[in-house]
């Protein structure tokens, strides 16, 4: 099979349209990774030519051997679904996890993103604390997440309660909460590390001044997943746009009776009580 017919590429492609027609990835911001199925990388195989080893800048040894379509570092997500060969790749991980050989795409030269440090250490984290489910890693920047990260204290309380409040479905859809990184420069191990200690622990961690990264199952999970992060990023920016307090919102009570009807388990550690 041709690697263009492929669902999960198609999948990948759509996803990252979406994210384009969202606002989310100005010139070449953001990237995408998606850890291939071996199933998924026997139908294309017959197209799949490996290059030279690499060095990751990091050790994944959880991820040895593993198959990753990623986009490209520099590379448009506009271009994504008109220029797919020249905008990201199939990239293939030695039998340590310290090296990565591209094995298709990239036409026209260039190599995996630069935060690919970032997206193996968050997937081998995400893989072993959800059994190998998650398989998606994703990173743009929305515009009213990165807009709190200036007003809101950087804190995983601050930003899960408030992000919470904003709409019913949010507890629901994000019932760990998410986490806080301090702006660090990015595209390093630095920035990698703190990442996945977080992620650990939830599936969306939003890096201050800069924007957000979020795991999930599959593509239709991972985007759902970003989109009503910053959705409810957008409610809030509005409310404190028409003054700086809520004149009601949701408590702590309504938290725990919508996380019993949903069956879902919320820490307690952000059902706080706020100060007056």
């Not at 070449?28 to 490996?50: D, F, M, T």
């Not at 997440?145 to 950087?154: Q, R």
């Not at 409310?239 to 009570?253: A, D, E, F, G, W």
Request: with cysteine; aromatic share 10%.
């Amino acid at each position: 099979m041709k690697v263009l017919e492929a669902e999960f590429v198609k999948g990948f492609m759509r996803m990252a349209d979406d994210g384009w027609q969202q606002g989310w990835h100005e010139r070449n911001g953001g990237n995408l990774s998606y850890r291939i199925k071996p199933e998924e990388v026997e139908q294309v195989r017959e197209e799949l030519a490996p290059g030279g080893w690499t060095p990751i800048g990091t050790s994944v040894p959880g991820l040895a051997g593993e198959y990753f379509l990623v986009t490209g570092s520099g590379k448009y997500f506009r271009n994504v679904t008109i220029k797919p060969e020249d905008s990201f790749c199939i990239i293939e991980l030695d039998g340590q996890g310290e090296n990565y050989r591209v094995c298709w795409g990239l036409v026209n030269g260039g190599r995996p993103t630069s935060e690919m440090p970032s997206h193996l250490m968050n997937h081998e984290v995400k893989a072993a604390v959800t059994d190998g489910h998650h398989r998606v890693i994703y990173h743009c920047h929305p515009v009213n997440i990165i807009a709190l990260t200036f007003v809101l204290p950087l804190t995983d309380e601050a930003f899960t309660r408030e992000l919470w409040e904003m709409a019913t479905e949010c507890p629901v859809v994000f019932p760990d909460g998410v986490g806080v990184v301090p702006w660090m420069v990015p595209g390093g191990r630095d920035i990698a590390v703190a990442t996945s200690e977080l992620m650990k622990k939830y599936d969306v961690a939003i890096w201050a001044h800069h924007g957000m990264f979020c795991s999930g199952e599959d593509f239709d999970l991972t985007f759902g997943l970003m989109h009503t992060v910053e959705k409810s990023a957008e409610i809030l920016v509005k409310v404190l746009s028409m003054q700086p307090y809520k004149r009601q919102t949701i408590q702590p009570n309504g938290f725990r009776h919508l996380a019993a009807d949903f069956r879902v388990s919320l820490p307690e550690r952000f059902l706080y009580e706020k100060q007056s």
